[in-house]
C-alpha cells in the first residue's frame, strides 16, 4: 500500500476547511466569491460534499469539506475521492474526532486494488495528506493491515491459495519475531486435525489442506486467541453452489485475511499480550475424495459430526481450530468467519454480527466499535435452537434443522461446542462491499478488526 499519509512536506500543502451543516454559511460569509461558488454547486456541508474554491492565482487555494449534522469519523473516508492529486493539509480538527481518525479515515478511503488493472499513466498521482498532530506510525500500521486484508480478500483463488496464505503467515510472524508451525495434508490426519482434512482432502496436491498456527509473544503475558476460517475458495462441494453463489467465493477466506491482519496490528504496537493466532486454511473443492453428504467425520475433540450438508464447511474446519485453542487455555478467543449467507439477511453487508455470552466483553467490543466507527452489532445466542444441531447419528450435525431458521445464530452455536471455556466471541463478517461508493470501492472490506485491536488494547492495558 503507498502511504497516503505524510509526516512531512516541502511544498504548500491546501488546506481542508471542514465544516457542519451548520456552519457553512458562516464559513462562507467573508469569502463573496467562495459563497457565489457554493451556490452554484449546491454546497451546503452535507457529509461527503467538497468544495473547491481557486487561489488568486487561479490554483486550488482551498477546500471546505462537508460534515453533515456533527463531525464523524468515517466521513473523512470520502475526502479523497473528492480531490485531486496534491498535498492537502486539515486547517482544524473538528469537535468529535481526532487527527489520528482523521488521518486513518483518509487513508482507508484511498484504498484500490489494482493487482491486476494498473492505473497508466497517472504516474502514482493521488491526493495525499499531511499528518499534523497523530501518531503517524500507528496510523499507517492500522491502515496497511487493513489493505492487507483488503488484498487478500480481493486476490483471486488461483493467487490466493492456502500456500499463499501460509507464505503470507510467515511473513508476518517473521516481520515480528513470531514462530509459525504448519501441518499439512495427510499430515493433518496424523497430528488429530481431522475435520480440516476432510474439507480439504478433494483439493489438487499442490492446493492442499493445511493447519497454520503462529506463537508470538512473552511466556509471562496473558493469552489471545485469534481464529480465522481459511476457505481460500467454495464451490459448496458436493453439495454444489449454483454459479451466481460461487462467484465471489474468493472472499471465503476472509476470516483468514482478518485473523492475519488484527494479529499485525497487535505484533506491530507490541501490545502486553501472547498472540496464538490459528488459520484451517483449506479448498472446498469437488473430486472423487471429496466428503459427502450423510457422511460422518471426527473432530479434533473427539465429537463425531454428521455432514448434512458440504456447503457448511467453515464450521467444521474452525471445529477443530478452536479445539485447538482450548488445549492452550487463552483469556480471551476471538473467531471470525465469513460464515453464512444469514448474517447478511439479518443485518446487511455494512453491519457484522458478532457473539458471546460474556456480558462484560460484549460490552467492551460494543464500546471500542463506536469509539473507532467500525460498526458491529450484538446477536443473541439463543440456546434453545441447539436442539436443531442434534443428529440421529453422530454427536452434533453441521446443518441444522429447518424448523429454527435463524442461520448465523445456529452457526454459532455450533462453534460454542468446540469454543474454549472462558471469554470467547465470533464474528460472522461479510468482507466485502457489493457497492462501491466514495471511500468504500466495491470489493474487500475490512470489517471490525480496528474495533477488536482498540478493545484489546484497552483490556490488556
Known sequence: ???????????????????????????????????????????????GQALLVPGADGGLGRVLFGLGEAARANTFRVLPARLPAGVYRMAATPQGVTADQIALAFALGSYRFDRYKPRRGEGGERPRLLAEGCDLAEVRQVAHACALARDMVNTPANDMGPLQIETIAREIAE????????????????????????????????????????AWGKAADPLVAIVGKGVVFDTGGL?????????????????????LALARMVMAARLPVRLVVLVPAVENAISGDAMRPGDVIASRKGLSIEVGNTD????????????????????????????????????GPQLPPFYTDDEELAGQIAAA???????????????????????????????????????????????????PQGPWVHLDIFAWNPRGRPGWPGGGEAQAIRGLYRMIRERFA
Request: aromatic share 6%; proline share 6%; glycine share 8%.
Open 1 to 47: 500500500m503507498t502511504d497516503v499519509i505524510l509526516d512531512a512536506w516541502d511544498g504548500t500543502a491546501t488546506p481542508v476547511h471542514p465544516v457542519t451543516e451548520a456552519e457553512t454559511a458562516k464559513a462562507l460569509e467573508a469569502d463573496a466569491f467562495a459563497a457565489a461558488l457554493a451556490r452554484t454547486a449546491e454546497f451546503k456541508g452535507k457529509a
Open 175 to 214: 516481520q515480528h519475531g513470531g514462530q509459525v508451525t504448519v501441518i499439512e495434508g495427510e499430515g493433518l490426519l496424523e497430528a488429530n486435525y481431522p475435520a480440516v482434512h476432510a474439507v480439504g482432502r478433494a483439493a489438487d496436491p499442490a492446493r492442499a489442506p493445511r493447519m497454520i498456527e503462529i
Open 369 to 419: 466499535a463506536e469509539a473507532e466507527s467500525d460498526p458491529l452489532w450484538r446477536m443473541p445466542l439463543w440456546k434453545p435452537y441447539a436442539e436443531a444441531l442434534e443428529s440421529d447419528v453422530a454427536e452434533i450435525k453441521n446443518d441444522p434443522d429447518g424448523w429454527a431458521q435463524a442461520g448465523s445464530v445456529t452457526a454459532a452455536l455450533f462453534l460454542q461446542r468446540f469454543a
Open 312 to 347: 457448511a464447511e467453515g464450521r467444521l474446519i474452525l471445529a477443530d481450530a478452536l479445539t485447538r485453542a482450548a488445549e492452550l487455555e487463552p483469556v480471551l478467543t476471538i473467531d471470525m468467519a465469513t460464515l453464512t449467507g444469514a448474517a447478511r439477511i439479518a443485518l
Open 239 to 259: 453439495d454444489i453452489k449454483p454459479s451466481a453463489g460461487m462467484r465471489l467465493m474468493k472472499k471465503d477466506m476472509g476470516g483468514a485475511a482478518h485473523a
